[in-house]
């Protein structure tokens, strides 16, 4: 099973937006609707951000949203925070009791 | 409050064996999904395995299947990972994670496992 593949960066200022994008294939991305995000900062327990493509846990603000299209997932982060830099990961649900993840992506805040 | 807390890491030599243990507490142990990813050095995070929360059911990625098993023991909240006949690129951070919804929800802080090349 090949990870799922991130851009390996991303970036922007204060205030505005971006979308990571995470693409897989039809037996992971496009087969499940099981695809969640993790923020991880270095050192630290990844955080769940975004479960079954859109939904957020209790806690996590609705500056994180998720999307799904096809194959390719997203996840935008709307007004970019200083403490959103980080690194961000997507995964998805690939049947018979298996996960994949994808291949980081690391978000500077400018 | 959710904790998970993993123990056992270390330095073991190349072909060598480890068992790392996950202490679970704050939740219901028995009746969710449990799972291990790993994070080597400079790399991304890796999925290693799944069990079902009986533990009569589990799934493992290729890399890693026939060398590691996992199990767990509802009885005493804990999940683990036997690793056996451990390369050089099996040194990385292994974290547990609670299963929910198809996603995991809660991890540990992680053990760092080193398999000296």
């Known amino acids: 099973q090949s990870a799922l593949t991130q851009p390996p960066s991303a970036s922007g200022s204060p205030g505005q937006s971006l979308t990571i994008s995470c693409t897989g294939t039809n037996s992971d991305v496009g087969s499940y609707n099981y695809v969640s995000w993790y923020q991880h900062h270095p050192g630290k327990a990844p955080k769940l951000l975004i479960f079954e493509v859109t939904k957020r846990p209790s806690g996590v603000p609705d500056r994180f949203s998720g999307s799904k299209s096809g194959n390719t997932a997203s996840l935008t982060v709307s007004g970019l925070q200083a403490d959103d830099e980080a690194d961000y990961y997507c995964?998805?649900?690939?049947?018979?009791?298996?996960?994949?993840f994808g291949t980081g992506t690391k978000v500077t805040v400018l | 409050e959710v904790q998970l807390v993993e123990s056992g890491g270390g330095s073991v030599q190349p072909g060598g064996s480890l068992r790392l243990s996950c202490a679970a507490s704050?939740?219901?142990?028995?009746?969710?999904?449990m799972a291990w990813v790993r994070q080597a050095p400079g790399k991304g995070l890796e999925w290693l395995a799944l069990?079902?929360?009986?533990?009569?059911?589990?799934g493992s990625v290729d890399s890693v299947s026939g060398r590691f098993s996992v199990s767990r023991d509802n009885g005493a909240n804990s999940l683990y990972l036997q690793k056996d006949i451990l390369r050089a690129d099996d040194t990385a951070v292994y974290y547990c994670?609670?299963?929910?919804?198809?996603?995991?929800?809660?991890w540990g802080q992680g053990t760092l496992v080193t398999v000296p090349s």
């Open positions: 994670a609670r299963g929910k919804d198809g996603s995991f929800d809660f």
């Open positions: 704050g939740f219901s142990f028995s009746v969710y999904w």
């Open positions: 069990i079902n929360p009986s533990g009569s059911e589990s």
């Open positions: 995964c998805s649900y690939t049947g018979g009791y298996s996960y994949v």
